[in-house]
């Protein structure tokens, strides 16, 4: 089974504070994905990256940055966290497009990050 | 840019009764999934659809791409608390490395 794991379920900062959030998958996946997830606005996604140290701006990339340094991770950084990134952060990994179709992503449990 | 619109965003229900969650794109999409999210926990893959006028069926599930592909539907036929979450849609952009998601539909079922 497809594994991706996140470092931590819940997470406090205080405002300003500096925050990873860690991704690892064991499926060798190409793609990786991080998400915010808030009530009624669905999946938005911050930052994609589809190899080692590429990385893609999303929908929604402002205040936050990414690294992806080694195949099976991908960290999301919070350079100086804020109230209004308090939400539910999910990571996913997927296969790389074969044969011009799609691969299903496979999403981590998610951290829930309350900034104070 | 392009954009996938799920209705409704909720959905009451008795036990036993039907539901339904409807997806529209703004563009033609080459295939386009579906995802349950439980309560507390997270996005899950269903189902994939690729071509044109696809019916899929998983037991009570059943799954329609619409001929032009720019609609999609998952009807559950006969609801049960196992079924309660909320349902997305999502549609790969046209540079293929990222999906557009709708918003989803979570399915309460009434007491």
């Known amino acids: 089974d497809v594994k991706v794991t996140q470092s931590s379920r819940y997470l406090v900062k205080r405002t300003g504070e500096k925050v990873f959030l860690e991704c690892v998958q064991d499926m060798d996946h190409e793609n990786m994905f991080w998400y915010r997830q808030d009530p009624g606005l669905g999946l938005r996604l911050i930052y994609f990256s589809y190899d080692v140290k590429m990385k893609e701006k999303g929908d929604i990339p402002e205040g936050y940055s990414v690294s992806r340094e080694k195949k099976e991770r991908f960290s999301l950084i919070l350079e100086s966290a804020s109230t209004n990134q308090t939400s539910m952060y999910l990571c996913a990994s997927s296969q790389g497009i074969a044969g011009g179709l799609y691969n299903e992503q496979f999403f981590g449990p998610g951290t829930r990050l309350t900034v104070l | ?111």
């Open chain 2, 1 to 111: 840019g392009q954009q996938v619109m799920q209705i409704p965003q909720y959905q009451h229900v008795q036990e036993g009764e039907d539901f339904t969650t409807y997806c529209n794109s703004s563009t033609t999409l080459s295939n386009i999934q579906w995802y349950k999210q439980r309560p507390g926990g997270h996005p899950v893959f269903l189902i994939q659809l690729v071509k044109s006028g696809e019916v899929k069926k998983q037991k009570r599930l059943t799954f329609q791409f619409g001929e032009a592909k720019k609609n999609s539907s998952l009807h559950i036929t006969a609801t049960q608390t196992t079924d309660v979450g909320t349902y997305f849609c999502a549609g790969p952009m046209d540079s293929n490395y990222q999906l557009i998601w709708g918003a989803g539909t979570k399915l309460i079922i009434k007491p």
